[in-house]
């Protein structure tokens, strides 16, 4: 069993830890008895989707994210014909709004984005950085984390969580937050969203395994403190809630 | 006739608050009320110095008076690390006469870098160094560009700054601006061809976001850097680190004038040059400013030594959400030569506020303890699951790790066997909860 991740712009796109996203799932990928081949794309790179099963790319700076739509054109087609044939796509953080059909920056300036979306994302002069609980769409057990934003995201009508009881959604306090469609997967959630969330990384391993074709074991692998760490995070976070 | 009241006010309070033992923020805050541009009517000395940055702040501050001071200044500053607008409100009005003149020579502020430009609004800096931008307190501070695009606005035109050259980011102030002083270290014993590090923030220019090169790195993105496509670049420096020994913990300034370390850190080193260089602005005379700085232990206590059962203790106070802290401390653990043991403490993320983020655990390069001399590495706390899941992925033998809910319980552990020294590394927020529990040396 073979497998290849494609990672954008790790280099660049990197905000806190998102690296681990990729790390924690090469790691489960392995248990299960996987070959992983991870591809790393820099700016300079055209990146190569046609082996691609899943496609990463993950929070960065505003400015980065803009030299992350320059070059968009340039493989916009290879990366909507990838989606296009079922390779999972997770984009995290500010990554997200470069899946959409346009980033207006706090000065304007309108840059078209990978439109496998048609929402829009306006920055903004305010950052709302905070951590998170969500409710999942496709998933039960509530997602944990933390956002770092200065956007509102606009116009979508599958977001990967229905509500938030803690943080700021797409475009309001508690509001539904990030983007699902197919195989695309979108959260402005940050950093190792995939280590701090069990069941995130489960329906992710279960999209691929769907794709290649290949049987699901009867449980999926459990790692040693993945569990525990979630377990506490969302123990305290509930606990502010209240 | 406010700003006599503001003045009044102020020292009441603060009187009033000494007695309660409240902090150093409430009377400024509350003389800013009375008369909120009162910054900018009271009279301050003709050197005024603010340092900011991510990391060594408050040390830097701590040396630069030292110095001031042995070289006879009268020297006024926010001991208490009160580094908002409301703190400094109360440092200066409570050493203004009523009439509204500050007394002493020198004004010197640790500015929190968010906060720097509502400070200096009513005021400027005669000198202000900007020591780094690091990620640090991501969950306050957004990320470095952000910070940078904060501190910006505080910058007037008059005002010389004192910059970290190897810093690519901070370099970036210098643009457009007349009066810049640039301190750094050459190539020394410590610097590599190649970056160390989880992630690499210099791999871009931050003015095009090119690729950037580098001639030599010192730690992280710190070093000799230039951008192929815009030609940002470090600049030569009117201060330097000219030649570093950190295994003998001896450094020389300027070629001529040598100094020992009291703490072989690299970042004792950086504090140290941006103190040097802005007490030389400020007219210290190099003598003086090397009797002092030689062998300064600083009274800011963020190194601890302790002993714990039969071990030696030392407590390298890091801050949490600031991976750069880490690897220094982690660095200096791993340049040790004798056996030891390491603490790894994260329980309380903030003392200041509520987070429960950790993505910060995954930017620090725990690889630097996988050496010889390390023999155990103890988690705990109540994020220990957290700490334990980044060490599964780092080389470092399992068995090498153990893992305990509380601080309590890794100190029961500790006290139970092994002589070797020990090493903590933790933040402000949670090193109360060991020290607590061990016997400090003086």
Known sequence: MELTIAHLYPDSMSLYGEYANVAVLRRHLEVMGVEVTVRNFSCEDTPDFSDADFIYMGAGTEKRQKSVLIAAPHYTPALQAAAEGGAVVLFTGNAMETLGASVTDAKGQVWPGFALAEFTTVETDRRTPGDVVASPALWDAPAVGFMNKCSLTHGITTPLFKELSLGFGNDAEHGPEGYVSGSVFATHLTGPVLVKNPDFLDMIIRRLFARKGWELPERLPVLPHEREAYNVTLRELQARIK | MRMFFAIILCKLLRFAGKLVGKGSSLPGQYALKLCPDVLGRVKLPSCVIAVTGSNGKTSTVEMIAAILRKS??????????????????????????????????????????????????????????????????????????????????????????????????????????????????????????????????????????????????????????????????????????????????????????????????????????????????????????????????????????????????????????????????LAYIRHTKEPCQVLIIVDAISRKYFTGETSWLWDIDFDQLNCEQVKKIILCGKYVNDLAMRFDYTNIAAEKIACYDTVPQAVGALKAGGGEELYVVTCFSDRDKLLDLVQREQ
Request: overall charge negative; charged content about 20%; some cysteine.
């Open chain 2, 72 to 329: 006879g200044r009268t020297v006024v500053y926010n001991e208490e690390g009160s580094n908002q607008i409301e703190g400094v409100a109360t440092l200066i009005l409570c050493n203004s006469t009523f009439s509204g003149k500050m007394r002493g020579d020198v004004l010197l502020l640790e500015s929190d870098e968010r906060y720097a430009r509502r400070s200096f609004k009513w005021f400027h800096p005669t000198h202000f160094v900007i020591t780094n931008l690091y990620r640090d307190q991501l969950t306050r501070n957004g990320h470095p560009e952000w910070v940078y695009n904060a501190i910006l606005p505080a910058i007037h035109p008059e005002t010389t700054l004192v910059l970290n050259a190897d810093d690519p980011l901070v370099s970036c102030f210098a643009e457009g601006h007349e009066k810049v002083k640039w301190f750094g270290l050459d190539r020394c014993s410590i610097s590599t061809g190649e970056h160390h590090g989880i992630y690499h923030d210099g791999a871009r220019c931050p003015v095009c976001q090119g690729r950037m090169e580098y001639d030599w790195y010192h730690y992280e993105h710190i070093g000799r850097y230039h951008c192929a496509d815009c030609g940002h670049h470090r600049h030569d420096t009117d201060f330097a680190v000219t030649s570093l020994d950190l295994e003998s913990g001896k450094l020389t300034i300027d070629g001529d004038t040598e100094i020992s370390l009291a703490f072989r850190s690299i970042y004792n080193v950086y504090n140290i040059l941006a103190a040097w260089s802005v007490c030389s602005l400020a007219g210290a005379d190099k003598a003086t400013m090397a009797s002092v700085i030689s062998n300064y232990i600083l009274k800011n206590g963020r190194m601890v030594q302790f002993t714990l059962g039969n071990h030696h203790g030392v407590l390298l106070t890091s801050k949490h959400e600031n991976s750069v802290a880490y690897d220094t401390n």
